[in-house]
């Protein structure tokens, strides 16, 4: 039981580097379909290990309802607005 459990761990291990990564519904489904071959298996690692965090998003009250600072340069977005427009960054 516990080497099936050691298994399971070892196999999915690139999706756990991935948990909280811009790519991870990608890294797991890579994991998932071609973990079980040894290239798609260090494939799925190497973007895991590669792959950029996902951005935190603040959301601060002001007079006009709500605005969203943009976390990769800073600066305020238009309220409603999906990406800066400064950076272009999602918001």
């Known amino acids: 039981m ?13 999706t756990i580097i991935a948990h909280n990564k811009r790519d991870f519904v990608g890294i797991f489904v890579v994991n998932l379909l071609f973990g079980w071959t040894i290239i798609g298996w260090i494939i799925a690692m190497i973007w895991a290990c590669a792959s950029e965090v996902k951005p935190h998003v603040l959301v601060v009250a002001g007079p006009a309802g709500v605005a969203r600072y943009c976390c990769r340069c800073g600066t305020m977005s238009v309220t409603g607005g999906r990406f800066c427009g400064t950076c272009g960054a999602p918001l």
């Open 2 to 14: 516990t080497l099936l459990l050691l298994g399971t761990l070892l196999y999915f291990l690139p």
